[in-house]
C-alpha cells in the first residue's frame, strides 16, 4: 500500500453492487471512483482485473469490455463474453452505439483527479455473470484486484462486503437497494510505479546569474542512443513508428543531462516591497507524449500569502489543520490543460504573486523555493539543497537596503564634489 502526506485519504475505489439475480448468477454494477485530489487516470486509462473465486463466467457487459474472451468452447448455445478465470476489462471509447453504453462510461478509462473535476472522476459498467451462485449465502467476490491506471503502481485491497447501497428514484420518492454490495480499495505507490523519477527541478533567481539545473540522471541515465538531440527534427511517420518500437519504455526523450520527460523550472522573478513574484514554467522533453489535465503539486511555506495566480487554476491542498503550505497548479479547461509534446509548444507557464510576511520573508537560504514539486502525482528530483543560488552578498537579504546605501552613495558623491569644486 502507498501513502501519499499531502492527500493521506486519496484512493481508487471499487464498488461492486449486485443489483437482481439470474436463472444462474447475478447483474452486478461495477463503479470505479478516483477520489485521489491530484492524481489522474490518463490515456489509455484504467484496466481492471480479478480472478474469480468459483468457475464464474460472464454473460455480458455494457459500458466496457473484457480483453480476451478465453476458451468458451464447452458453450453449445450462447457464447458468454469472457470465459477467462481472471477477465481482464477496459472502458470503452466515446463513440460506442447505445445500446452498448452504461451510466457514466465510455470515457477511454480517463478519469479526472478529484481535485480538478470531481463529475468527471467515475466510471462505471454493468456485469451479467453466470456459474456464480443465484443468493447472497452462495455469491462469493472475486480475489486478487488489480488495477492499472494505465501503468503500474496501484495495490488493492481484498473485496470486502458492506451494507448494500441504496438507490433513489429520479423523483426522489423511492428507494431500492443492492442485494448485495463489496468493495476494494486501490491505492498508489510511486516506487511500485517506476524505480526513479519522472520529473526534476530547476531553479533560478533575478538576483544571481547563476540557474541550478536539474541534479544530473535525474531520472536515470539512457543510452544515447536511444535519445533524440534537440536539432534533429523527427517527422510525423517517424514518430509514428518510433511509438510501436518504443512502447512502454520511456519513449522518445529529448537528450539533456537530466534525462526526465518533465523539467519544473521555478524562477524568482521580482522582489518587490511588499509583495516577490515567481514564474513557474513546466517543459515536456518527451517527443511521443501528450499530458492531459496534467497536474502540478509544491510545497512552500509562503503558500498562505499566495494573492494571485496568472494562466493556471490553483487549489490550496489543507490537508491538516492550521497548515495551508501545499497547494496544486493545473490548466485551464481547452487553454493549457494540455501539455503538448517536446517542442517549440511544449511547455506552460504560470506566475505567482505571494505576499510577504514581514516577520519571516527572507531570500536567504533558498528558503523562496519550494521544499517539494510533485508533476501528475509523481515527486519530481529536486537539487541538492547546497547548489542553490545564493545571494550575491548580504544587500538583497533586506529589501529596504538598497535605498538606504543609494541614497548615502549619493550623499559622499555631492561632498567631493563640493569640495572638488573648492579646491
Not at 99 to 123: E, Y
Amino acid at each position: 500500500m502507498g501513502y501519499d502526506r499531502f492527500d493521506p485519504y486519496g484512493s481508487i475505489n471499487i464498488k461492486w453492487d449486485v443489483v437482481s439475480w439470474t436463472p444462474d448468477g447475478y447483474v452486478a454494477a461495477v463503479t470505479i471512483q478516483n477520489s485521489q485530489m491530484y492524481r489522474h487516470l490518463m490515456s489509455p486509462g484504467w484496466t481492471l482485473g480479478w480472478t474469480w473465486a468459483k468457475k464464474e463466467v460472464i454473460w455480458s457487459i455494457l459500458g466496457a469490455q473484457a480483453t480476451d474472451q478465453g476458451d468458451c468452447s464447452m458453450f453449445r448455445f450462447g457464447i458468454p463474453h469472457c470465459c477467462k478465470n481472471n477477465p481482464t476489462i477496459v472502458d470503452l471509447l466515446p463513440g460506442v452505439p447505445k445500446n452498448q453504453r452504461f451510466a457514466s462510461c465510455c470515457k477511454s478509462g480517463v478519469l479526472a483527479s478529484m481535485g480538478q473535476d470531481p463529475a468527471a472522476t467515475i466510471s462505471t459498467f454493468q456485469l451479467t455473470v453466470g456459474h456464480s451462485g443465484t443468493s447472497n449465502y452462495t455469491v462469493k467476490p472475486p480475489n486478487d484486484f488489480y488495477l492499472l491506471g494505465p501503468g503500474s503502481g496501484y495495490t488493492c485491497s481484498a473485496a470486502t462486503i458492506i451494507q448494500p447501497s441504496f438507490y433513489f428514484s429520479p423523483d426522489g420518492r423511492r428507494r431500492t437497494q443492492a442485494m448485495m454490495t463489496w468493495t476494494a480499495t486501490c491505492t498508489y505507490s510511486q516506487l511500485l510505479a517506476s524505480n526513479k523519477p519522472t520529473c526534476c527541478v530547476s531553479l533560478s533567481p533575478f538576483y544571481n546569474p547563476m540557474i541550478t539545473p536539474c541534479p544530473s540522471c535525474a531520472c536515470g541515465c539512457m543510452d544515447q542512443n536511444n535519445c533524440i538531440r534537440k536539432d534533429i527534427k523527427i517527422s510525423s511517420k517517424a514518430k509514428s513508428e518510433e511509438r510501436v518500437i518504443m512502447k512502454g519504455t520511456e519513449g522518445m526523450v529529448q537528450c539533456t543531462d537530466h534525462m526526465c520527460p518533465i523539467r519544473v523550472h521555478w524562477h524568482v522573478k521580482a522582489n518587490y516591497k511588499e509583495y516577490w513574484r515567481v514564474k513557474i514554467t513546466v517543459t515536456n522533453f518527451n517527443y511521443w507524449m501528450n499530458y492531459t489535465q496534467w497536474t502540478l503539486v509544491a510545497q512552500h511555506p509562503n503558500f498562505n500569502n499566495l494573492s494571485n495566480v496568472y494562466k493556471f487554476l490553483y487549489k490550496p491542498l489543507t490537508q491538516y489543520q492550521f497548515t495551508n503550505d501545499t497547494g496544486m497548479f493545473y490548466g485551464i479547461k481547452d487553454y493549457n490543460d494540455l501539455l503538448m509534446e517536446a517542442g517549440p509548444n511544449g511547455n506552460v507557464q504560470s506566475e505567482l504573486i505571494l505576499r510577504k510576511d514581514t516577520k519571516a520573508f527572507t531570500l536567504e537560504q533558498g528558503w523562496a523555493f519550494p521544499l517539494k514539486v510533485y508533476f501528475n502525482g509523481d515527486e519530481c528530483m529536486m537539487p541538492l539543497p547546497e547548489s542553490y543560488p545564493s545571494l550575491p552578498n548580504s544587500a538583497y537579504s533586506n529589501p529596504t537596503s538598497s535605498p538606504i546605501l543609494s541614497t548615502f552613495l549619493l550623499v559622499a558623491l555631492l561632498a567631493c564634489l563640493s569640495s572638488f569644486h573648492l579646491t
